[in-house]
């Protein structure tokens, strides 16, 4: 927070030129969470169609590249790995400042261990190939993640640093 014309005015903190107050900010807080709950609606609603598809084995569904790779009891799971990214891009794109923050890598490792379990405990791919490809993969950014923290020193708030390990994921 600064001082300017003797009023308290906030800034964000990975966007300087952004001022957090008035109404202007209220605003934009305001469309983005319609936005977000916009997005939630429509994932709910695609979820329903998705479970009706998978069953009545309507394999014809235009839905049916969503869970066809996965068994049956495992439908879900394209949900789970699309919430996976969307929760390591939120957490490294807009917590704190960049990948040098000591919550953001923590947050990461804790989302990245979670879907680690859930692929081991469900092996939710047909195939025991596909299962083990995508549970190296994780394992492989989970290392990558807990690399990123013992370089942060290095490579403070680099921006790229941040984008590469977005993008691996």
Not at 85 to 101: D, E, F, K
Not at 118 to 146: D, F, I, K, Y
């Amino acid at each position: 927070a600064e001082y300017m014309g003797g009023a308290r005015v906030l800034w964000l903190a990975s966007a300087p030129w952004i001022v957090c107050a008035g109404s202007k900010y209220a605003l934009v807080v305001c469309l983005a969470c319609v936005v977000l709950c916009t997005l939630a609606a429509v994932a709910a609603a695609v979820a329903v169609l998705l479970r009706r598809a998978v069953r009545a084995n309507n394999n014809t569904s235009g839905l049916e590249f969503l869970y066809k790779p996965f068994c049956r009891s495992a439908w879900w799971f394209e949900g789970a790995i699309l919430g996976r990214r969307i929760a390591v891009a939120i957490i490294t794109s807009l917590l704190a400042r960049g990948p040098s923050s000591p919550v953001v890598v923590p947050l990461v490792v804790v989302v990245l261990l979670v879907a680690l379990f859930a692929q081991v405990r469900w092996m939710p791919n047909w195939t025991t190939l596909t299962n083990v490809v995508e549970t190296v993969g994780l394992g492989c950014t989970l290392v990558s993640a807990v690399a990123l923290q013992m370089l942060s020193g290095t490579y403070r708030n680099s921006p790229s640093v941040t984008l590469i390990f977005v993008a691996a994921n």
